[in-house]
């Protein structure tokens, strides 16, 4: 009898992995965000996505599309933008917006120094990181009081006691004129990158570095994206990679507001060659994980935590029908109704198609 129970024990673990190992959102509605013919849009992630209520806003890069064997199929010859699109009804439909701040992205802007301290908290407030250079920086960034439908001219950003800042969107806000920001910047080598975090207690008008989180990596780390838990605790997920590995995501808990990081484990072990990670989140007190899947078969994916990021669950697949790795740079909202809308870059059905689309999802 215990011969006949372990038989069938063995068979039911064989045979279970594959299937544990992959689900399906229980309902979804893909959608476009941008598309244009000839023409590129990629990477939401380099910009940052904001939302009060239903309405959304997020940013990605318009350029020109150029067939290429492998990599980024842009026209790197041609100038390229910095838009924007705008939903007000979260996420089902979309307007694309062009901001002039953001024209010539290709160009380093000329940045004037904040004088006057940000609120953070103002209830239309958006703040916008941006870099010239995504190995070594420099870095600035823009604000915004009307909801992303103005922004200023660029500001400084320096931090104290870190250098060649490759900053994309990624901030806390802990009062009016207090900020922890999240970034990337070069190793001791030169090569990107480390990651690292920063804090304003001054509107913005200074920036000191707060810690660099981990040791510095033998491959790189950067990108975070980052929430505060209930607890008061910070939580940030890493894109990284290191020689001779699959690039994964990696998960740190701080409980000093950033000074000191812990090492709590890899959400994604294996994304292909590498993806940001987009944390969120959800009204139940779980925290969902996307990030683009830059291996076959190519597409979006993501996970969800019980236990505020010790553990993760079955990888969910939003998106497998990609025809390149030529994708991702997610950024995710939780809905007011409980769907979670998830915002990328994405290629196919046809080979020149680089679009910016939209998966409204329910975990």
Known sequence: MLHRFTLLLSVILLSSPSEAEESRPSSKKDSIVYQEALR????????????????????FT??????????HAIDSSKPYEKWQARSLDGGATWSVEKPPQFANAGVM??????????????PAFALMFQTYNYNTGPSWFHVSTDRGRTWSAPFEFAVEGIEKIA???????LGPQDCLMF????????KE??????RTIDGGITWKLVSKIGVEPGGYAIMPSSLRLKSGAILTTIRRTEPKQDAFIEAWLSDDLGAHWQNIGVPAPKIGSGNPPSLIALPDGRLCLCYGYRAKPYGIRARLSSDKGRTWGDEII????????????????ARTDGQIL?????NGPKPEDRTIQATRWKP
């Open 167 to 173: 900053a994309r969107t990624d901030y806390l806000v």
């Open 193 to 198: 990158g480390r990651a690292f975090c920063a």
């Open 183 to 190: 970034g990337s910047a070069a190793k001791s080598n030169g």
């Open 40 to 59: 590129y849009g990629g990477w939401p992630a380099n910009q940052g996505i904001w939302a009060w209520g239903d309405e959304v806003v997020v940013g």
């Open 109 to 122: 802007p000329n940045q004037t120094k904040l004088s006057q301290p940000l609120d953070f908290t103002a």
């Open 342 to 346: 998830t915002v990328y870059y994405y």
């Open 62 to 71: 318009a350029g020109w599309y150029k067939a290429v064997a492998s990599g």
């Open 318 to 333: 939003l998106r497998d029908d990609a025809l390149t790795s030529d994708l991702g740079y997610c950024r995710s909202i």
